[in-house]
């Protein structure tokens, strides 16, 4: 991997040499139910490939991976998902060919990317504005990457801390909170988190010693970490603090942390149900109770709504903003009790569709978010596991260069 990032102010000098190419509006013309450069990314419950499906044209083309049931992420830009295979400590690209310029898209060959990571226990996945970070746990290093260094020299490897279970956060000046382990608590999950440049030179120590630290989240000012002590905040200025659990806890603590640049607050999830964490008011209050029947959750890429769906197959959309229920409706036959994770359906939502799994089918459903009516059934083959949203959510047109 490359020891330099490329420096943002290129982007501007490439997006100066594209023109759009703009096609008004039909007037009357029905909006089409997603974007044409939109896809879906799958993994497969056995196979070692990944699925790549065009949503309008409803086909499908496999690629091959390391290992089934990867991790699934996409870059910050949409460009390119990230499959991570944790076990065989292997990373793979692929590169969907749509690339945004702008207001308009470069639509290039779909393929998987000639870079690899080898990084010793790839786990956790941060995207913020263009940078990407991969924590891996079994070197304490970060693998950092621009969407370009995709097509290139594959990033930069930065030694950051002792092995342990860590993660990250990236700040809008593209310095980092990254998670420290001193040893003071036993087993692999940190303690403490510090702030680096994007170069690996400390910038803030870290202010707060908790007893365990694991899930994060960002929107580009503050980082909020679940921690046996409570949810550590820390500013891109290097202010640490600690908001404390309801007492209703007990001894237990958020693990799972969502955010979103366009949300002042973040949403965690603890055996208990789902969480607003408000990092203003220094409270945390809860937006759904936990009645052994949360299955999935997830932000928006826009931030406007948090999905979830129960276990009975109802799926809850309540405003992000406020926290409040705004629809809900049954897309999914009720998950058996006895059902082991690589059984159990998932979902992934675009601005204009949601999509499901369908074991039974071997396909993906895909549903209008206004109405939760299914609009189409996708054939993927095998038994797809897991999936996300990438290239292009907008419906931008291609232009040219």
């Given at each position: 991997m490359k020891?330099?990032?490329l420096?943002?102010?290129?982007?501007g000098?490439?997006?100066a040499?594209?023109?759009k190419?703009?096609q008004p509006?039909?007037?009357?013309e029905?909006s089409?139910?997603?974007a044409a450069?939109?896809?879906l990314i799958v993994?497969?419950?056995?196979?070692?490939?990944?699925?790549?499906?065009?949503?309008?044209?409803?086909?499908?083309?496999?690629?091959?991976?390391t290992?089934?049931?990867?991790?699934?992420?996409?870059?910050?830009?949409g460009?390119?998902?990230?499959?991570?295979?944790?076990?065989?400590g292997?990373?793979?690209?692929?590169?969907?060919g749509?690339?945004?310029?702008?207001?308009h898209?470069?639509?290039?060959?779909?393929e998987?990317?000639?870079?690899?990571?080898?990084?010793?226990?790839p786990t956790?996945?941060?995207?913020h504005?263009?940078?990407?970070a991969?924590?891996?746990?079994g070197?304490?290093?970060?693998?950092?990457f621009?969407?370009?260094?995709?097509?290139?020299?594959g990033g930069?490897?930065?030694p950051?801390?002792?092995?342990?279970h860590?993660?990250?956060?990236?700040?809008?000046?593209?310095?980092?909170?990254v998670t420290?382990k001193?040893g003071?608590?036993s087993?692999?999950?940190?303690?403490?988190?510090k702030?680096?440049?994007?170069?690996?030179k400390?910038?803030?120590?870290?202010k707060?010693?908790?007893?365990g630290?694991?899930g994060?989240?960002?929107n580009?000012k503050?980082?909020?970490?679940?921690?046996?002590?409570?949810i550590?905040?820390v500013s891109?200025?290097?202010?640490q603090?600690?908001i404390p659990y309801p007492?209703?806890?007990?001894t237990?603590?958020i693990?799972t942390?969502?955010?979103n640049k366009?949300?002042?607050?973040f949403?965690?999830?603890?055996?208990?149900g789902?969480?607003k964490?408000?990092?203003a008011?220094?409270?945390?209050?809860?937006?759904?109770?936990?009645?052994?029947?949360?299955h999935?959750?997830?932000?928006d890429s826009?931030?406007?709504?948090l999905?979830?769906l129960?276990?009975?197959?109802?799926?809850k959309?309540?405003?992000a903003?406020?926290a409040?229920?705004?629809k809900?409706?049954?897309?999914?036959t009720?998950?058996?009790?006895?059902?082991?994770a690589?059984?159990?359906p998932?979902?992934?939502v675009?601005?204009r569709a949601l999509y499901?799994?369908d074991?039974?089918?071997?396909?993906i459903?895909m549903?209008?978010l206004?109405?939760?009516?299914?609009?189409?059934?996708?054939?993927?083959?095998?038994?797809?596991?897991?999936?996300i949203v990438?290239?292009?959510q907008e419906?931008l047109?291609?232009?040219?260069?």
């Amino acid at each position: 991997m490359k020891k330099l990032l490329l420096p943002a102010i290129f982007a501007g000098l490439f997006l100066a040499a594209c023109r759009k190419n703009d096609q008004p509006a039909v007037p009357g013309e029905p909006s089409k139910p997603e974007a044409a450069f939109l896809r879906l990314i799958v993994s497969d419950v056995d196979q070692a490939r990944i699925s790549v499906v065009d949503p309008l044209k409803k086909t499908t083309v496999n690629y091959p991976v390391t290992s089934a049931q990867p991790s699934l992420y996409a870059t910050s830009t949409g460009q390119f998902a990230t499959i991570i295979s944790r076990a065989a400590g292997k990373v793979e690209f692929f590169n969907t060919g749509v690339e945004k310029h702008g207001g308009h898209l470069h639509i290039h060959k779909a393929e998987m990317s000639p870079v690899k990571f080898s990084e010793a226990g790839p786990t956790h996945f941060f995207g913020h504005a263009g940078l990407n970070a991969i924590f891996n746990d079994g070197t304490g290093s970060l693998s950092l990457f621009k969407d370009g260094d995709l097509e290139g020299d594959g990033g930069t490897v930065l030694p950051v801390a002792q092995p342990h279970h860590g993660a990250m956060v990236i700040f809008d000046d593209f310095t980092i909170a990254v998670t420290q382990k001193d040893g003071s608590v036993s087993g692999t999950l940190p303690e403490k988190v510090k702030i680096i440049d994007r170069f690996g030179k400390t910038l803030h120590e870290a202010k707060i010693a908790t007893k365990g630290i694991h899930g994060d989240a960002g929107n580009g000012k503050l980082a909020a970490f679940g921690s046996a002590d409570g949810i550590l905040i820390v500013s891109q200025t290097g202010e640490q603090s600690l908001i404390p659990y309801p007492s209703s806890f007990g001894t237990a603590w958020i693990g799972t942390v969502l955010g979103n640049k366009a949300l002042p607050h973040f949403f965690g999830y603890v055996s208990l149900g789902l969480f607003k964490i408000d990092p203003a008011s220094k409270q945390i209050t809860e937006v759904l109770k936990n009645d052994n029947n949360i299955h999935q959750y997830l932000l928006d890429s826009d931030g406007k709504n948090l999905y979830v769906l129960l276990t009975d197959g109802t799926l809850k959309i309540f405003d992000a903003v406020t926290a409040q229920l705004k629809k809900e409706g049954k897309i999914t036959t009720a998950i058996p009790a006895g059902a082991t994770a690589a059984q159990k359906p998932y979902f992934a939502v675009s601005r204009r569709a949601l999509y499901i799994t369908d074991q039974a089918e071997a396909a993906i459903r895909m549903l209008d978010l206004a109405t939760l009516q299914q609009t189409a059934s996708i054939p993927v083959g095998g038994k797809p596991f897991k999936l996300i949203v990438a290239g292009d959510q907008e419906g931008l047109e291609a232009g040219e260069h």
